[in-house]
């Protein structure tokens, strides 16, 4: 598929997005989500990212990004686990709409997150499809570590970092990657503050 040219650099869209979030913070807020607003934008779109968040209903991401209607893209699952449906998603919106930038988002006290690290100290997996959220998020549980006081903080942003360089690596977008047309970026929302802060997230595992 090819990429649409580029309305946006992966620098100018993360701006957008870190900006929004500091009006969001400071309660100056610009976008305001009204019917005129969404008439504007209905004959078509570009938005300059894709946001990859939890399905928590106090992270509302339009709102604690301040964005408008068809700036951003967005793609929510429980404990933003990925699965065929968020992959296609994510590269659609890239390849077909012109995103410059992934964001995938994690949030403190991730209800998601804390189911797998009770799974993994239980030693069981809940069934049904809850068990799969619950698995796709297990392997950054042990990563961070079941004996740690901060297992959940640290387990929910390990999953993060490891969400980050899954989209880095997907076939659909490797190539606008590598050739910087398209960054894909980790960061964490706090519940208390609305502030999001990025992650430093290397390109390989260490």
Known sequence: ???PSPRHTPTTALAELIDGNRRFVGGRPVHGHD???AAAASSGQEPHAVVLGCIDSRVPLEAIFDQTFGSICV?????????????GSVAFAVNALGAALVMVLGHVRCGAVGAAVDACR???RPGGDVGFLVAEIEPAVREAGL???DAAD???RAHVARTVRRM???AEMA????SGAVDVVGAVYDLDTGRVDLLDVPAVAR
């Open 1 to 3: 598929m090819t990429h």
């Open 35 to 37: 019917v005129a607003a």
């Open 75 to 87: 793609v929510r699952s429980g404990g933003q686990v990925v699965d065929r449906a968020v992959l």
């Open 122 to 124: 239980a030693q069981q």
């Open 147 to 149: 004996d740690h006081p």
């Open 154 to 156: 640290r387990a929910m």
């Open 168 to 170: 880095r690596e997907m």
């Open 175 to 178: 190539e606008a990657v590598a």
